[in-house]
């Protein structure tokens, strides 16, 4: 975007990666939603295209905000008129430095894992997001035990009402062929993977895309369906290696099937998971999917940032941080804008996409002594992804995020089909969730977008005979 606005400026990329990733396949699928693959490609590349961006593959060692200046793993310096911080997040590890803890976030972790998983009989899985349940469903022939936090699955995304419709595809014995994938990976020559457990999570890979899995063997040693059981309501207290744990002489756990009920272990496993309630499993490795933490380390120190809760850095309606001539964009940043009523911020590709498409856009409005409004992807929370391979749209405050008690439900199910539930406030609908092929995205994002009170229509509203479409186009 800014190499489009001023051809005749140098514009640097600085990236610790190698590949840089580019938004392939875009569609936009309404006012709001957008579809679209991500997929690695060589920053020659870009490069190319644009003759004023110069790609500077180094880490960032220091920035000294006051002297407008930059600091690179490399030793080299630069000057920057105005500086863009997009350095993402890394996995928050449930504990740091233990080799048997995978933390998965990027295409890098990805291959790790999916090389650890070819000798692994059983995993335990940590988290209850996006890439948890992805991970859950995808893999196969090796037992997982999945620990979340909820007392549902998927709690991010939806509620336990759409946990129990996706639930059955977990347990299903027959698989639907998943679609070929398109994401490629390049690596550089002579960058092959040191033979280890796994590659340190301090390491920062590229965020993975909507659909990582695809294209990834998640197959572990033995050649069966599914076999997941879930610990809901516990989170990981211990982990203890194979010595500790016989020193402890408690008693793991196997894993609970409908014939045998929870009995005693007798295998020794690598690493044991003593979760909050008391149960102790034995496993190959254990997954950490339990979310991220804005990557702001290496710009603190020395400069006076405002940072917000969640530790991202504080960005006004403009993506301009607190410090001049410092804007930021994407999971390394916390919006701090009175935001819509119906927006929030989450950490998803599709919002990093429109942040970084805005704040180029503020970059060059500031530069050239323009005026300029709020992007209108901010208007509303617009997400589609894939879930057990059904379509999943997710509108507004889909989870009633932020309405206290002041709200109603409503909810149609068709099992193993749809799954459409409408969060309403005053007759106003605020949020909605659809899952499976709908065909109601467009109208309930009209909906949101233009607070229409529905009251009259109660229950009809989603009523299967009645075409709501027709009555809001």
Not at 115 to 137: D, P, S, W
Not at 168 to 185: H, V
Not at 242 to 251: A, G, H
Not at 388 to 407: I, M, P, R, S
Request: net charge negative.
């Amino acid at each position: 975007k800014l190499a489009m606005e001023f051809p005749s400026e140098d514009i640097l990329l600085m990236t610790a990666s190698p590949v840089i990733k580019a938004v392939t396949n875009f569609k936009q699928v309404s006012k709001t939603l957008e579809e679209f693959d991500v997929e690695e490609q060589p920053s020659s590349l870009l490069e190319k295209r644009y003759p004023n961006i110069k790609v500077i593959q180094s880490g960032v060692k220091q920035l000294k905000s006051n002297e407008h200046k930059i600091f690179t793993e490399d030793g080299q310096e630069y000057m920057y008129e105005k500086l863009c911080l997009c350095a993402g997040a890394k996995p928050k590890l449930i504990f740091e430095g233990n080799p048997y803890v995978l933390g998965i976030r990027d295409t890098d972790s990805a291959q790790a894992f999916q090389k650890n998983l070819a000798q692994a009989e059983r995993i335990v899985v940590v988290g209850n997001g996006g890439i948890a349940l992805e991970l859950v469903y995808e893999i196969q022939g090796c037992e997982v035990i999945w620990a979340i936090k909820d007392k549902a699955i998927g709690n991010t995304f939806f509620d336990a009402g759409a946990a129990e419709f996706l639930i059955p595809k977990l347990t299903a014995e027959e698989r639907e062929t998943p679609i070929e994938c398109k994401r490629t990976k390049y690596t550089v020559e002579g960058d092959e993977e040191k033979e280890g457990p796994v590659a340190a999570s301090d390491k920062l890979g590229s965020a993975l895309g909507p659909d990582w899995h695809e294209g990834l063997q998640l197959k572990g040693t033995k050649e069966f369906s599914h076999k997941v059981h879930i610990e809901t309501l516990c989170e990981v207290k211990k982990i203890h290696l194979q010595q500790e744990f016989i020193q402890l002489q408690r008693t793991s756990l196997t894993f609970p099937t409908k014939e045998k009920n929870v009995e005693p272990d007798e295998v020794l496993w690598p690493v044991y998971v003593e979760l909050t309630n008391g149960k102790i499993y034995g496993c190959n490795f254990i997954v950490s999917a339990t979310g991220v933490v804005p990557n702001v380390k290496p710009f603190l120190d020395g400069n006076n940032f405002a940072v917000g809760e969640d530790g991202g850095l504080k960005v006004d309606k403009h993506m301009h941080t607190s410090l001049p001539d410092i804007y930021a964009a994407g999971d390394i940043c916390t919006a701090s804008w009175e935001p819509s009523p119906v927006w929030h911020q989450m950490r998803l590709w599709t919002q990093a996409r429109q942040m970084g498409w805005y704040a180029a856009k503020c970059m060059a409005a500031d530069t050239l002594g323009e005026s300029i409004d709020l992007d209108f992807s901010f208007e509303l929370f617009a997400h589609v992804t894939k879930f057990f391979n059904y379509k999943v749209v997710v509108l507004g405050k889909y989870n009633a995020q932020g309405l206290g008690l002041d709200h109603e439900l409503m909810l149609r199910c068709t099992k193993g089909q749809e799954y459409v539930k409408v969060v309403m406030q005053n007759g106003r609908m605020m949020g909605a969730v659809l899952i499976g092929e709908t065909d109601l995205e467009e109208t309930f994002e009209n909906l949101i977008l233009n607070q229409m009170d529905l009251s009259a229509y109660g229950e009809d509203l989603l009523n299967p005979d009645i075409d709501i479409e027709d009555y809001f186009d």
